[in-house]
């Protein structure tokens, strides 16, 4: 594995493998019965140029979870890019401060440029629309965990991804690394015109996958295992994208009818988050709150450990994290959410 990750191009398989061997050995300092101190002293720059929550709040909780410490800056507002200060600069800059650093920006391509000014490693969480690693990593590592519980492989398995697939960096990523593993069926459902761009459906079949790509919810899909939806990324619109997207109707939004009609019991439903929850959305809906299949606060507790897993593979501390764990001595509730079931 490159020093930084900016992209799933540089992990191979078994990197992905050894990632999601760490990250299990995590999830008791994740679930917050133990505690390391393996990154005592480290530093992380947290830079933030676009809205988030859970990406920010999980890079910055798993770096103190391995007992390492953060620094933060959110926006443009609040920086000296705000100044006309070059990626090149901060990126020199903030690597005199730190010892790992996360940014997430705008603009495709902008994470690599600031890493290549730095040999303090990098992780990319999110550039506009173009990658989204960890979250791809951790959308893995998801899958992996509910089709060993639910008695399941991966190699087979059929995954819709519906919503802004053209956009949506989260799917360029994931499907990027599914592509890895042995064959499987992928079925991609999008409006018109935020179709999965077209390089990626052809890296995906040239490693033998079978691809189908559809432009409406309304139609039959059979043996669905994952039902990964995404959030229309208006932000990322031009004008007139925006205009004539207002005519879509309800076409997209992944719901209870939807899993009834299309799903099993052993289907989970995924969605990197947030979902938009306003009405008209056409995104996941709420009315799968409470159902055990819908995955997806499973899905976001899953960054914690994933996330500690890349710093500790980063920074070269991953075959320490056993040498001096110790038990949690706070409160911590046996379920976390109160919707949560013992699966
Ligand atoms: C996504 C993102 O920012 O790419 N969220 C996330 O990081 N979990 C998805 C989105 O914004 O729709």
Redesign the pocket.
Known sequence: MSSHLLSVDSLSREHVNHLMRVASRMEPIAQRRQVTRVLEGAVLGNLFFEA?T??RVSFHAAFCRLGGSVCDTTGFTFSSMAKGESLYDTSRVMSGYCDAIVMRHPDQGSVAEFAAATNVPVING?DGPGE?PS?ALLDFYTIDKEFTRLGKTLAGAHLLLTGDLKY???VHSLIKLLSLYDPMRITLVSPPGLEMPGYLIDLVESRGHRVEQRDSLNSDFSDLDVVYT??I?KERFTEDMIESFAGVSQDFTVDRAFLDRHCTDTTIVMH???RDSRPGANDLSVDLNGDPRLAIFRQTDNGIPVRMAIFATLLQVDDLIEKDLREVRWFVPTRIGIDDRQL
């Open positions: 988030s859970r990406t999110g989204h979250q949506g960096r989260t995404t959030r990324q990197p988050l947030p």
